[in-house]
């Protein structure tokens, strides 16, 4: 029987410090012997109108190492000069970038910062941060990071039967483009019949791609994943989700499903 693939995903910690004294007159300056700055932006990002520092850094296991282990936003006050270091726990890839825009609608850009699993399946992983009162605080995190899920089962006639664990919408997916290979597993016999419980999964995001949808300067997200079938190569469905945040979450406006065709 051939059992679902269990995708080990990283878990999201933040803690937040501040430190006052470190001066950033050079973007390496203070930077211990494995951590390097990978990216760095100017812009407003604490609403007082003034252009901040904001410098993503990785730190690797040597400085020959292309995986980062762990990843820290530096954000230094473009007025008092002021340093605010947040370290991203639990949160690791290969590269690493940060875009700077508004997703809550305070005319105000937030952070977001995205690395690359590095794994077969094209897996990110993405941050939101926002400054809210002058507290840091995540409004993308791990859970945000899994996007819709649709969990299920192989049926008779070559097909699946798919639900969405969150917001209980089903679907079904015609599976007649990979039969000649099911038959070959010994997934189906030739008229269709299961012969092997196979229930496909859901990766997260291999993209999200920042879009203001409507034009009005606020950004939405845009989430691409898979559904992969019989194994992970065995991709029966793309995913496409518009998602907004409203009221403290993230809302999805819309989903669109592929279906691939036998010819």
């Known amino acids: 029987m051939i059992k679902k693939k269990i995708i080990a995903l990283l878990l999201a910690g933040v803690m937040v410090t501040s430190i006052y004294t470190l001066s950033w007159a050079a973007p390496k300056r203070g930077l211990q012997m494995r951590e390097e700055v990978i990216q760095e932006l100017q812009k407003d990002v604490n609403g007082d109108q003034v252009k901040d520092r904001i410098l993503l850094i990785g730190e690797k296991e040597n400085k020959d190492a292309i995986f980062n282990m762990r990843f820290m936003i530096k954000v230094i006050d473009g007025k008092t000069n002021k340093e605010t270091t947040i370290k991203l726990e639990d949160f690791a890839g290969y590269g690493g970038e940060i875009f700077l825009a508004d997703f809550t609608g305070d005319q105000v850009a937030d952070i977001m910062v995205t690395t690359n699993s590095g794994g077969s399946g094209g897996i990110i992983f993405s941050r939101i941060i926002t400054f809210e009162d002058h507290e840091i605080k995540i409004i993308f995190n791990e859970k945000d990071n899994q996007g819709l899920n649709f969990e299920g089962k192989f049926v008779d006639g070559f097909k699946v039967e798919l639900q969405e664990v969150n917001f209980k919408k089903e679907i079904t997916i015609d599976l007649s483009a990979f039969k000649d290979l099911y038959i070959e597993s010994k997934i189906y016999d030739s008229n269709g019949k299961i012969l092997e419980k196979v229930e496909p999964w859901t990766d997260p995001f291999s993209a999200l791609e920042p879009i203001d949808f409507d034009g ?30 409203e009221n403290g979450k993230w809302k999805i406006k819309e989903a669109k499903y592929s279906t691939a065709l036998e010819f």
């Open 216 to 245: 009005d300067g606020v950004y939405e997200l845009k989430g691409f994943q898979a559904i992969s079938g019989a194994f992970h190569a065995n991709r029966i469905s793309d995913l496409i989700s518009l998602w907004k945040y």
